[in-house]
């Protein structure tokens, strides 16, 4: 059998510890026999981000914006105590952050749904993607506790020194506590547009919430600008495409997912996101099932698993023990990232052979093999726990039948 060949490189970013560890058996075991990968490969182990000044993790930022698709392992971000285990130069900040910041993306959390896994919410039969804006809010705020007899007002100061001012509360009667937030138009307009491009990628409607009805100029803004840019950019593309942009308020959103079957992308600001995508992947199960795509406005994505670096399980591998670790989020995380590859390149055996690797390893689980944090969820009768290598040793012979 001949291997599948890609066209334009796909940026390959390598990470730490476990998950580094099971990115190689990943390629080795389940790539590389039907691809003829072509990598664009970064090394974002923390020993090469330290030997490069990180400049390694700004480069592979570049790259993705260049070549358009990226696959990430997680990598460790630095506290002190890894300041001291890895001998660092410097407290390296975040390579999530480095790369979202440089292309302006916007994260989607999408969890794999799998039979005999059920939700928490048992009607939830399809993914709810939650995508967060991650910017401004609360998140960076300006913030004072006001004693009594004060009086508190917002004051604006225009270019040319003139003010405008009103009062937010006057505290005459007692003490009290006040809080000033911002947000800004274009990060508002980045966030929707990389939405309503993700939903076009997913072939999924999206639903995006605010608070508009009391907040009439804040919430209100965010609102508009999301139905400016849906009307002007995207809603023949959506009609095209079958899927529906839907605003409501928040609570209303909170009761609909409720009582949907899921299969809907949830934008939600900052603070809704952050609270409901602890929710949603709270009900959905385990971290290890749980997948991540940095979409950036103009339409470029980065893959990955949303877990850590599974620490924990990397020091027993290192004294020589077997480990249970789920590899399935960085599989999809490969997966998403060659279909894209294929979609974009216009390569089909490429997008196919995508869709087999994830029939592969679902197929798998719901046979009943799969690894520990899944065993612990499933309620299929015939489940085992196994060792990472057997999950992939059984998934890569799958594979092997569906490729034949
Ligand atoms: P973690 O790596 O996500 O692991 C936390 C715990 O969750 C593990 O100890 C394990 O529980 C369970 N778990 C997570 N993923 C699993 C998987 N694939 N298979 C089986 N169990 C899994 O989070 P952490 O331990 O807090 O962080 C470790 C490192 O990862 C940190 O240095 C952090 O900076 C980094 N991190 C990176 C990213 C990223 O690159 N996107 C995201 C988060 C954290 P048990 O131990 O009970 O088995
Ligand atoms: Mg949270």
Redesign the pocket.
């Known amino acids: 059998m001949s291997k599948i060949i890609m066209k334009t490189p796909l940026v390959e970013m390598d990470?730490d510890?476990m998950t580094r560890v099971i990115w190689k058996m990943i390629k080795e075991q389940l790539i590389e026999p039907y691809v003829e990968l072509k990598t664009e490969y970064y090394d974002l182990g923390l020993v090469h981000r330290n030997a490069t000044d990180d400049r390694v993790t700004v480069d592979s930022a570049e790259a993705t914006k260049k070549y358009g698709v990226a696959v990430k392992c997680?990598?460790?971000?630095p506290n002190a105590a890894?300041v001291e285990e890895y001998k660092l130069k410097e407290m390296w900040k975040s390579?999530?952050g480095t790369i979202r910041a440089i292309l302006d993306g916007t994260v989607f959390r999408k969890p794999i749904i799998v039979k005999g896994i059920t939700p928490f919410i048992p009607t939830w039969t399809k993914p709810i993607t939650i995508a967060r804006h991650a910017y401004g809010d609360i998140y960076k705020n300006t913030e004072m506790r006001v004693p009594e007899g004060s009086k508190a007002e917002l004051v604006v100061t225009d270019k040319d020194g003139n003010e405008t001012r009103a009062l937010i509360h006057d505290f005459s009667s007692g003490a009290g506590i006040i809080q000033g937030v911002h947000n800004i138009d274009a990060s508002i307009a980045s966030f929707a547009r990389s939405c309503f491009e993700f939903a076009l990628s997913e072939r999924e409607s999206i639903w995006f919430a605010s608070k508009d009805t009391i907040s009439k100029t804040y919430d209100h803004r965010f609102k508009d600008i999301f139905a400016e840019i849906f009307e002007s950019e995207y809603k023949e593309k959506f009609d095209e495409a079958g899927i529906e942009y839907f605003y409501t308020l928040i609570d209303d959103a909170v009761a609909r997912i409720i009582r949907s079957e899921g299969g809907v992308i949830w934008a939600c600001k900052n603070y809704d996101g952050d609270v409901m995508s602890d929710m949603v992947a709270t009900a959905y199960g385990s971290?290890?099932l749980m997948t991540?795509v940095l979409v950036s406005p103009d339409g470029v994505y980065e893959y990955?698993?949303?877990?850590?670096?599974?620490?924990?399980?990397y020091y027993k591998w290192l004294k020589g023990e077997k480990t249970s670790?789920?590899?399935v989020?960085t599989i999809f995380a490969w997966s998403g990232a060659l279909r894209k590859r294929g979609e974009l390149d216009d390569i089909p055996e490429l997008t196919s052979y995508a869709d087999k690797l994830e029939k592969a390893t679902i197929d798998t689980i719901e046979s009943g093999v799969m690894?520990g944090?899944m065993a612990a969820l499933s309620k299929l009768e015939n489940k085992r726990s196994v060792y990472s290598e057997e999950f992939l040793g059984a998934i890569a012979e799958r594979l092997e039948k569906l490729m034949r």
């Open positions: 990470g510890e997680a990598t460790i971000t890894r390579p999530n971290l290890g991540s990955e698993a949303a877990h850590g670096t599974v620490q924990r399980h670790t789920n590899p989020a690894t944090d």
